[in-house]
């Protein structure tokens, strides 16, 4: 067993943290207030070669794991970039992956490289109003006509769909009434984002601003089957297929913005004087970080653990959700630790750690509750009756 | 031209250095190390040279531990493209260095060596004008500014009373001062191509050099803790305070 990291690794995180070093507190407090996709941020990691990092060589990617891209990320958020960072370039380190394992070679060299240069920005069309985490009844139909589909439907909570050129679209082909299973009958699209059928509705949230959430109503929206990947009818299980990778990165992003909450709080509580000495020398105040400090530490090798799992080829869907489960809460409470310890100032936006409350949220919800992961580990880990 | 370009394995510049407890040096063990700043300096200075064309080759060179490796492959992350490390566990002064440095130029015929101009952990300040007088080579210390000038160099130095500048015939050894460039980091391609670019590793004694230390080190101590200054409320309470308390003026 070997816990350290390898050289590349090491270099990797040191990178990826000199890079988002040019990007100070003073830049995302400004987009947090103000709004507005953080192009510069995202043009500097493309540059600097990091979106490709799970894309194999031969398309413009280093071909790295999980593993590497989940250090990414977690650096990313630490340095105070926090989600709003982190979002803004996630998708293009793992969501095109069902076009690395499904997609034709032709679609690959159309694919990959746009994205792994950062020349293409995309989004991820999934979830639904009607159907949340219950996917495979989702309601968005693609209707064969001919050479193309006809989409027509409704997608919610849809990130950077404002900025987005493209879309990995999830749709059904087959009334689920026809399948055998409700599984079957979805089918996954990557294909341009046609704002004329399509329109983009821009959702008013609690944080991260920056990075838009949306609706988009789609009308008649085409698509060439060209654009359809993998086989007709067995979208839904390209998509699982990336769900613990994902969540893997959702854990190391909250990882890292608890860390970036927990370093201010230190910070302030070793500086701060009341009383005479400074505050951190209260066990009151000093406790609940040395706290955070573990529960991070923790929940940061679940996530380790569930990326070399899955880097090795062996099953990680319980290290995964424990390590979304762990993370996010581990995470949140940092994030809540640090408003205290600030006191009055933690409410105060200059002091960042509110923006990262509002962030750390996030991780906490989404991709999937830490109800339904309870579920999942009780059912699946544990033999338990499903309860839902 | 062919570069060569020393790099030293250092405590990082963000480690609050701790003197050990039986104060014959500072706490290395566990705690952070990176390469020198100055000498990401000059690895940036030269990765520019080659871009310019004027540079083929770049060498980076680390005398230290197997693990000073590290530093070599972020040389070579940064654009260098072979490393060469001399091995050797325990103190490197810098004539030593010097002396290792010599050896290897005159292995590899570089027509200039661009070297940090001290390390961040002794402030020697020594290694490259040792280097210099060793081979008899011109010099070109603090450098703020490099050019290349038919078949010379001209260097812009930081020197107490201003800027100098000096025209160096090559071969030549030029010493970087902080504001010669920004080094870049590493892109993720060349962080992986770097990973396939050859280090050799040679220990002193096949270069010839004995690294025996000259200088034996009496006492390391923590500087003296700063007091807490005093506020004044006019200007003829600071000069009284200067005048007769300080005694400075």
Known sequence: MDFALTPEQEAIREGVAALCARFDDAYWLAKDREGGFPHEFHRAVAEAGYLGICIPEEYGGSGLGITEAALMMEAIAA????????????LNIFGLHPVVVHGTPEQKRRMLPPIARGEVKACFGVTEPTTGLDTTRLKTRAER?????????????????????????????????QCRNPADGISLFYTRLDRARASVREIEKMGRKAVDSNEIFFEDMEVPEEDRIGEE???????????????????AEAVGIGRAALRRAADYARERVVFGRPIGQNQAVQHPLAQDWM?????????????????????????????????????????????????????????????????????????????????????????????? | ??????????????????????????????????????????????????????????????????????????ALAMGADRGILVEHDGVLEPLAVAKILKAIVEKEGPQLVILG???????????????????????????????????????????????????????????????????????????MKARKKPIETVKPADLGVDVTPRLSVLKVEEPPKRQAGKK???????????RNEAKVI
């Open chain 1, 79 to 90: 340095s105070g970039a926090g989600m709003s960072g982190a979002t803004a370039v996630h």
């Open chain 1, 145 to 177: 006509r001919g050479d193309r589909y006809v989409v027509n439907g409704q997608k919610v909570w849809i990130s950077t769909a404002q900025v987005a050129d493209n879309i990995l679209l999830l749709a059904r082909t087959t009334p689920v009434e």
């Open chain 2, 1 to 74: 031209m062919k570069l060569l370009v020393p790099v030293k394995r250092v405590v990082d510049y963000n480690v609050k250095v701790r003197v050990k407890a039986d104060g014959t040096g500072v706490e290395t063990a566990n705690v952070k190390m990176s390469m020198n700043p100055f000498d990401e300096i000059a690895v940036e200075e030269a990765v520019r040279l080659k871009e310019k064309g004027i540079a083929t080759e770049i060498v980076a060179v680390s005398a230290g531990p197997a693990a000073a490796q590290e530093q070599i492959r972020t």
């Open chain 2, 232 to 242: 004044v409320a006019s200007v003829q309470e600071l000069v009284e305070k200067l």
């Open chain 2, 117 to 191: 101009k001290q390390a961040i952990d002794d402030d020697m300040n020594a290694t490259g004008q040792m280097l210099a007088a060793l081979l008899g080579w011109p010099q070109g210390t603090f450098a703020s500014r490099v050019e290349p000038a038919d078949g010379a160099l001209k260097v812009t130095r930081e020197v107490d009373g201003g800027l100098e500048t000096v025209q160096l015939r090559l071969p030549a050894i030029v010493t970087t001062d902080l504001r010669l460039n920004e080094p870049r980091y590493a892109s993720l391609p060349n962080i």
């Open chain 1, 233 to 251: 009818g067995k979208g839904f299980r390209y998509i699982l297929h990336g769900l613990n990778p994902e969540r893997v990165l959702i854990a």
């Open chain 1, 295 to 388: 529960a991070l530490e923790a929940a940061w090798l679940m996530c380790l653990q569930a990326a070399w799992r899955y880097d090795q080829g062996l099953d990680c869907g319980a290290q995964a959700n424990a390590a979304k489960y762990l993370a996010a809460e581990a995470g949140l409470k940092a994030c809540q630790n640090a408003i205290m310890t600030h006191g009055g100032f933690g409410y105060a936006r200059e002091y960042h750690v509110e923006r990262f409350l509002r962030e750390a949220m996030i991780p906490w919800i989404a991709p999937v509750s830490p109800n339904l992961i309870c579920c999942y580990i009780a059912e699946r880990v544990l033999g338990l009756p499903k309860s839902y």
